[in-house]
């Protein structure tokens, strides 16, 4: 909690503040003056807010820059992947089609088709609504920019935790490209030994020379199933024994669950592709009036995404009759499915204690203690986390496509730009989202999407004073279809909706230098939402028997905002600057698409929109004759509607995803990084090509006041009202502390090229999944009955290494690599439906794997 902070963590507080005041004094002007500041692989960075302006140091904002080589270095291969190695960005996926983006412990996680996030995605300058469209494949990047903070001013999308922007490498004019090839393999103990293989290139072509240039690009990676399916290769049903169990499953509850035959042993592969044109068009100078110049860029792209739906471990809630208790976490899923791998570890731990001379009865209760804890807290996961029972091995398929125009026109000191986007997805997903051989809920859907960006903008200065100015327009129109089925043990659940969103941005900024040393920056922009939803849900019974499950939703919402920005830079030195920033931050309402009718006969009401107060102060310095970097920022958020994911039932209907609003939540944050660059000439010969790398964060984030009423069933079967208070609890998804670091060292040899040998590291504070710090859901007499951790991950490491070589002239280059070392096992996220199958379901993250790479360049 905010108020209750010791330790380390004022620690943190005064370094921070001791790096603000240092360099007032650390360095003379003249001394900073000489000294050019180093170009860093990442570095943090202080840019414009408008699209496509590019890097200036003269605008307060905090970011994580990412460019072509350290993508390629680090294994990046989608959007998920830069959590890893960006402090205070964390990314969940549950799917293959689908993450929630948090920045500095703000975010949603919403996984439905017209959720619309915290962080906004750009590829282009192009905003990316859809979750769908979100997790794009990063290939043939330029740079990829992180920035944190809310985004109150300037062009694009309104985004209340921040932006994720992906810039891809524009056409040259000029004949080259690369061809990368990369082989590699899981190794591990627990999952099979799978390939992996992964192909990148690209060629830029000239058309016609200094006129019409181009440029295509490709991926394509492919992957062999790696984990195990207790359920696969049973004999067709008509010839087993009708009543023999395959896989666990419990076939005297009634009703027929017996296991289809013919389902696959091996899950879990993965097959995309993604590609991209570009043509860009450079005005001759005798087309345009003297002072002009211009161009046009035409992007075309597309990908595909054909592999087994996303499958992970189910951890039951039940107990097994070794205690007696009503819910043990580690015991059996409901009635009906029993793991065999935590099965056996019970045992084990069992037989282990009856071994040592303890009684039965204690015995059984000591195991249930003992496993709970080994689950929650010393695991994360049983010993078999890449092994499970599934009786849906379905397949998820996305097809996207799309294109922009962006045109750019200088006129005199007038500069006109102008982006139209147009993207679109079609999607299906057949998921078995239990994670057992039990049909507790299994999800069929498909869904459909397009959407249509317009971005204009005027940037310009003022002659006789030291002012630049932008003004310009930026709207979005989506519209969303989506057919969803679930499957439950006694009935299927249909749903369908619609959500067609207009949105619009009308924005005005100016950059002052009105002193030599102090820059002033100011913006505001008017948002506007409107958002027309329709959902119709119905249970189907019996075959052909349907009731409503809740009434038809036909509703209509507009939600408007102001926001803005207002930040003051101080140049102490050409090399040590400092801002303060003040940003107001709002993200608009939301239409749940997976609502339950509850007990009291209402219909949940969407979720309002959220504001945020954001106040940030940070330092930019460069020491030692730009050898080492400082950079560091301390930031407060004050939230107020704080929109927040609810995995929600009443006991009878499946889980709901409900997205809610907490009435006040505040964040406090550090984040310092630091960079050591060995300048050549400056140091010893031998640690020339060294280079040190250490990016952390600090954040203590509080639910101050957020109360919510839920609804559970009774051991007799009652259905009554809880109130779950979650007030002083951390904010979702928002560790409290966080490291990455990196060592590099490019070693020459001449004639013969060079070798670098890389080491990656982080280190993540422990993660909660849920508002109640990762204990679960609330029992019906009001407490949490999971013990901590069982809606969360604990604090881990992973580490990574790569040696590469490149030739004297940088057309050939070899690497071996190895991700995730030590074959750490943790999840990526967690899901309590406890209150509806006895059950929590967990996304587990990727064992180590290994493998080289090949590129050329031509």
Known sequence: ??????????????????????????????????????????????????????????????????????????????????????????????????????????????????????????????????????????????????????????????????????????????????????????????????????????????????????????????????????????????????????????????????????????????????????FLFTAPADLLPNQWDGELLLNLHGSRLDQNSTLGQAIGTVSRGLAGANARYGTRTGQQYQDPDQTQERDDIYQGLLDQGVAETEAKLQTNTIFERILAQTRPLDRGPYRGDYNRVGQTTLDTWGGYLRAELLIGNLEFLSVTGYDAYDRFRDTDSDYTPARAFEVVQQDQSWQITQDFQVHGELEDYPVRWEVGAFLLKEKIKADVVVFTRTFQSLRDYAQESLSYGVFAGVTWDFLDDFTLDAGVRWNSETKEFNLNQQNEIFPGFFIPALPSVEDRKVWQAPTGTISLTYSLSEEVSMYWKYSRG????????????????????????????????????????????????????????????????NGINPPSLQIVNANDAEVLGVELDLTWLPLAGRVPEAIEGLSLEVRSAWLASEFKDFTNTVFRRTPSADIFPVKADYSGNQLINSPEF?????????????????????????????????????????????????????????????????????????????????????????????????????????????????????????
């Not at 699209?51 to 990412?66: D, L």
């Not at 042993?265 to 995309?272: A, H, I, K, L």
């Not at 966080?738 to 080491?759: F, K, Q």
């Not at 019906?780 to 809606?791: E, T």
């Open 1 to 278: 909690m905010i108020g209750t902070q010791t330790g380390v963590k004022p620690l943190l507080l005064l370094v921070c503040v001791f790096l603000w005041i240092a360099p007032a004094s650390s360095q003379p002007a003249d001394a900073a003056a000489s000294s050019p500041r180093p170009s860093d692989d990442i570095e943090e960075i202080r840019i414009e807010g408008e699209a496509g302006r590019g890097i200036e140091e003269t605008q307060a904002s905090s970011a994580v820059q990412f460019d072509s080589s350290e993508l390629e270095a680090l294994g990046i291969e989608d959007v998920s992947d830069l959590a890893s190695f960006t402090p205070n960005l964390q990314i969940v996926t549950a799917s293959s089609t689908a993450a929630s983006f948090y920045i500095r412990g703000v975010g949603l996680t919403d996984f439905s088709a017209n959720a619309a996030g915290a962080v906004a995605v750009y590829v282009d300058d192009v905003p990316l609504n859809s979750p769908a469209l979100q997790v794009s494949q990063i290939f043939d990047a330029q740079n990829i920019l992180i920035l944190r903070g809310p985004q109150g001013s300037g062009a694009g999308r309104n985004a209340s935790a921040g932006a994720i922007k992906i810039y891809s490498t524009k056409p040259s004019g000029d004949f080259g490209g690369y061809l990368r090839s990369s082989q590699g393999s899981y190794v591990s103990d627990d999952a099979i030994d799978a390939l992996i293989q992964d192909y990148e290139g690209a060629v830029g072509v000239p058309l016609v020379a200094d006129v019409l240039a181009s440029r295509f690009s490709f991926r394509l990676r492919q992957a062999d199933p790696f984990m195990i399916n207790g359920c696969g290769g049973a004999a067709p049903l008509g010839e087993r024994p009708r009543n023999v169990p395959i896989c666990g499953e419990n076939l005297a509850v009634g009703g027929d669950y017996r296991i289809p035959g013919g389902l696959p042993s091996r899950v879990g592969d993965r097959n995309v592709w993604a590609a991209r044109g570009q």
């Open 586 to 649: 709002w993200k608009g309402g939301h239409f749940n698409t997976n609502s339950v009718k509850l007990p009291n006969n209402k219909t949940p009401q969407p979720a309002t929109p959220e504001f945020l107060d954001s106040f940030e102060w940070g330092v930019d310095g460069s020491f030692f004759d730009g050898t080492l970097s400082v950079r560091s920022a301390l930031f407060f958020y004050d939230y107020e509607d704080y929109q927040v994911f609810q995995f929600e039932g």
């Open 738 to 858: 966080e490291v990455n670091g990196s060592v590099s060292w490019e070693v020459a040899l001449g004639r013969y090229g060079s070798i670098t040998p890389r080491y990656d590291v982080r280190w993540i504070a422990d993660v909660p999944f849920d508002a109640n710090e990762s204990f679960g859901l609330i029992g019906y007499d009001g407490r949490a009955n999971k013990p901590r951790y069982a809606l969360g991950q604990k604090a881990f490491w992973l580490h990574s290494v790569r040696l590469s070589y490149r030739s004297a002239d940088s057309t050939v280059e070899l690497a071996g690599w190895c991700r995730n070392v030590f074959d750490e096992r943790y999840k990526n996220y967690a899901f309590d439906v406890s209150d509806f199958q006895s059950q929590t379901i967990n996304s587990v993250g990727d064992p180590r794997t290994c493998g080289g790479d090949v590129r050329f360049t031509f």
